[in-house]
């Protein structure tokens, strides 16, 4: 089974900004998705950024778009997200979910995504307040 962990979350200010990782382990494929999926308290889960290993194309929820990046290093396993501008509202746990297979960014984010994760990291916090 694939091995999922995260870092970078904390507490920021509004407008600053956190990079978080997500580094795999305990596979070797060309084909995988890899998404961020937040949760806040009282709110359902909303996939936030997907890329695709297939292709490299990427998904924003419109909430983060032009304010988040991702990005992927292959060497090292790891995806990121560069999150910038940050607002109040984006405080949440955030999870990092991996996929072994062809499916493309936009799906993976937009499914949940139920029934198709082969793992889900232990997620980490990001907390946007003055």
């Known amino acids: 089974q694939v091995r999922v962990v995260e870092s970078g979350g904390g507490l920021v200010q509004p407008g600053g900004s956190l990079r978080l990782s997500c580094a795999a382990s305990g596979f070797s494929s060309d084909y995988y998705a890899v998404g961020w999926f937040r949760q806040a308290p009282g709110k359902e889960r909303e996939g936030v950024s997907c890329?695709?290993?297939?292709?490299?194309?990427?998904y924003y929820a419109d909430s983060v778009k032009g304010r988040f990046s991702i990005s992927r290093d292959n060497a090292k396993n790891t995806v990121y997200l560069q999150m910038n501008s940050l607002k109040p509202g984006d405080t949440a746990q955030y999870y990092c979910a991996v996929t072994l297979g062809s499916y493309s960014s936009s799906y993976y984010c937009l499914s949940g995504p139920q029934g198709i994760v082969d793992s889900w990291g232990q997620g980490t916090q990001v907390i946007v307040s003055s």
């Open positions: 890329i695709s290993s297939r292709d490299g194309l990427t």
